[in-house]
């Protein structure tokens, strides 16, 4: 299962990856989607990888939310790297078992 964030707002997106977005229920800022690993959620996650964050969820993370796919999630203590770059050095794209602690930092 991926656990999908998304870090930035509506402003300047363009318009086929904000169709995107909310066909991966992922609205508003600082929204968590739980979703399932296939072939057609990574290439829309791929094209929407300047707005979101996602990677591996375990699955204690997601025992915390009671089965609900969708979450909305406080900004996270000691805030965000850069919501301009890719991670490592910001926040942006793949993280992998990482997200776990931003979760973790954002509830």
């Known amino acids: 299962m991926l656990a999908v964030i998304r870090l930035k707002g509506h402003a300047l997106?363009?318009?086929?990856?904000e169709d995107t977005l909310k066909?991966?229920?992922?609205k508003k800022k600082n929204t968590l989607v739980?979703?399932?690993?296939t072939?057609?959620?990574?290439?829309?996650?791929?094209?929407t990888e300047t707005m979101v964050t996602w990677g591996e969820v375990d699955e204690d993370?997601?025992?915390q939310?009671?089965?609900?796919?969708?979450?909305?999630?406080k900004s996270p203590r000691k805030g965000l790297k850069s919501?301009?770059?890719?991670?490592?050095k910001g926040e942006l794209g793949y993280r992998g078992k990482e997200i776990n602690e931003l979760i973790k930092r954002m509830i």
């Open 23 to 26: 066909m991966l229920s992922l």
């Open 39 to 47: 072939d057609s959620i990574l290439g829309m996650l791929r094209k």
């Open 61 to 63: 993370v997601i025992k």
């Open 13 to 17: 997106v363009r318009r086929e990856v």
């Open 65 to 73: 939310f009671n089965d609900k796919k969708i979450i909305r999630l």
């Open 83 to 88: 919501v301009k770059t890719f991670y490592p």
């Open 34 to 37: 739980i979703l399932p690993r």
